[in-house]
């Protein structure tokens, strides 16, 4: 037995003799963590768009494959009836139409939708529980639980549904108040489920409101106080704005109303797809810049929060296999990387479920974004940041850190880059949603000429990609001093999915490994004391 211990010592100091000497191979990124060294906590921003419950029938549950993601957070939007406070869906509507182009689909829907609302019948009494439908959302918001993550909920309505105001602002909110008691106080023989966030609305403007800015500040004052009301603790805010980067009446307009008014706001929420950059470092800008905007209005505590989040908002069939393939799966996790460094409370993926833009196929299977993710997810258990070197804001980003008991340290590497053809997104759209979308768009054509409406978000210039043909990795100061410890790399590519592609033994205090790694690749490696 001992002459195979010294032997077995022999190899492990072989490997790690192998890992640890050479130069890097030209074109290879030098990359240094230093686990000695513990700059933050790594932040959890593992939010998803889309219920775990199947929003369209045909669709899997996708309870167990949320788990296994560490979501965090599920926003409670595009539910197409669940969680929606007054929807009303119509068959003819363009937008429906454009989302479901099959019309048995879409008719489906459509019926699934104004029968699972939480208000169906706009007449009805809203003190009392019999006027309410929530036996649709119960299950939405008990697959959530299940799930363990928390809700994010959104008030106001899905894509496709009717966008007039409400009727009556102050029955609006009364309905509001009384959903957030059944899910927090337990009334109607509701929950304690201790829903934290409460957005109003999304994206205000011609797809979702067709109101006044006027109007959609009074109806926010009113269902912020109902909210505030039942617990003065709840986090309210919104409006989940669709265009972050320019000045206009939903982005800056609320906030000088909420001051001049003193209405309660709590958090800021926006929105950012990466359509006409391909850069994923722009989550990062539009959070700096949103930092900057409620500080100056005095909102120093307000928190900022990305609602939703993709390369693309285009979830048509044109989309699809850069949505699930390799090179959305590395800009994800250059983006999520990237926020580490934001100012941001909260970033929530859209979305997560199996349609549309979802993470999962109809069977629940991963797509390769979907492993992105569990990655990310992983490195939540070694949550002690430590200081990276030679890293990159352009799409080469690592993250590394180190478990509070010090046995195991994680590197995250994602190489992302923008492709040599790129030009700015235009949505893939039929002609007569095209023509709809036009008309709308001619309101703003003047405004967009006034100089306060100019874009604070170009396109970052001088972008250049160098030595992004692979990685030379330097850990120093592991925390294990000269003891054995295991190396595991796991790889998401054109043909690997999050696949362990490699095993060594090491000992030491440090530790060196070269590897090709091109762009549209993203790896994990888990270094582990024996």
């Known amino acids: 037995m001992k002459a ?39 932040h959890d ?12 029938k045909g669709l899997p549950n996708l309870v167990r494959q949320y788990k296994e993601l560490r979501t965090s957070l599920v926003r409670t939007h595009d539910m197409m009836g669940p969680t929606d406070i007054d929807a009303t869906f119509k068959y003819d509507n363009i937008w429906q139409a454009w989302l479901i182009p099959d ?65 009556d602002f ?58 505030k009301s039942v617990d003065p603790e709840l986090k309210v805010g919104g409006p989940a704005i669709a265009d972050p980067a320019h000045v206009s009446e939903y982005r800056d307009g609320l906030l000088d109303y909420c001051t001049a008014h003193n209405v309660p706001f709590d958090f800021y929420s926006w929105h950012t797809y990466a359509w006409q950059s391909g850069d994923p470092y722009d989550g990062v800008r539009l959070a700096n810049n949103f ?10 505590k307000a928190e900022s929060i990305l609602s939703e ?10 989309e699809k296999a850069n949505l699930q393939g390799e090179h959305n799966a590395a800009f994800i996790g250059a983006a999520l990387t990237y926020y580490q460094d934001a100012p941001l409370d909260a970033a929530i993926f859209y979305r997560g479920d199996a ?59 994602s190489n992302y ?55 030379d990795l330097t850990v120093n100061n592991l925390p294990w001093g000269k003891d054995a410890f295991t190396i595991k790399r796991y790889r998401i590519s054109k043909t690997q999915n999050l696949e362990l592609v490699e095993k060594k033994a090491g000992s030491g205090s440090s530790l060196k490994v070269s590897n090709a790694f091109g762009p549209d690749t993203v790896e994990l490696i888990v270094l582990q004391h024996k």
């Not at 211990?5 to 191979?25: D, H, K, N, R």
């Not at 930092?291 to 120093?300: E, I, V």
Request: glycine fraction near 10%; include cysteine.
């Open 4 to 42: 195979i211990s010294s032997f077995f010592l022999l190899l492990l100091l072989a490997c790690s003799a192998g890992w640890t000497q050479g130069s890097a191979p030209a074109g290879y990124r030098s990359l240094r963590v230093d686990a000695g060294k513990v700059v933050g906590e790594i």
């Open 309 to 318: 989040w993709n390369q693309t908002p285009d979830f048509t069939e044109a």
């Open 355 to 413: 349609t549309w833009m979802g993470l999962f196929d109809l069977q629940g299977n991963y797509f390769k974004p979907a492993y992105t993710f569990k990655a990310m997810g992983e490195m939540l258990d070694t949550p002690k940041r430590l200081a990276v070197e030679g890293a990159d804001t352009y799409g080469f980003a690592t993250l590394a850190g180190k478990s509070a008991d010090g046995k195991t340290v994680q590197i995250f590497i």
């Open 103 to 167: 019309a048995a689909t879409r008719k489906g829907a459509v019926e699934a939708g104004n029968k699972n609302v939480i208000f169906p019948d706009p007449k009805a009494d809203p003190e009392k529980p019999e006027s309410y439908n929530f036996g649709p959302t119960d299950e939405v918001m008990a697959a959530i639980q299940d799930s363990g993550a928390k809700v994010y909920y959104r008030i106001g309505r899905s894509w496709g549904a009717e966008t007039d105001p409400p009727a």
């Open 45 to 56: 921003f593992q939010g998803l768009n889309g219920q775990p419950t199947p929003v369209l």
């Open 291 to 300: 930092r900057k905007l409620l500080d100056a209005h005095g909102y120093t």
């Open 417 to 471: 880059a923008i492709p040599a053809d790129f030009k700015p997104g235009t949505l893939h759209m039929t002609p007569d949603v095209l023509n709809a979308l036009g008309k709308l768009m001619a309101q703003y054509a003047e405004k967009m000429k006034d100089p306060s409406y100019a874009n604070e978000l170009p396109p970052r210039t001088g972008i250049v990609y160098k030595d992004n043909a692979g990685y």
């Open 170 to 227: 102050d029955k609006f909110a009364s309905i509001v108040k009384h959903t957030a008691m059944h899910y927090n106080k337990g009334w109607a023989k509701g929950f304690h489920y201790n829903v934290k966030y409460w957005e109003f609305w999304n994206e205000p403007g011609p797809i979702f409101w067709t109101g006044t800015p006027e109007q959609f500040y009074q109806l926010y004052e009113k269902t912020a106080r109902a909210l």
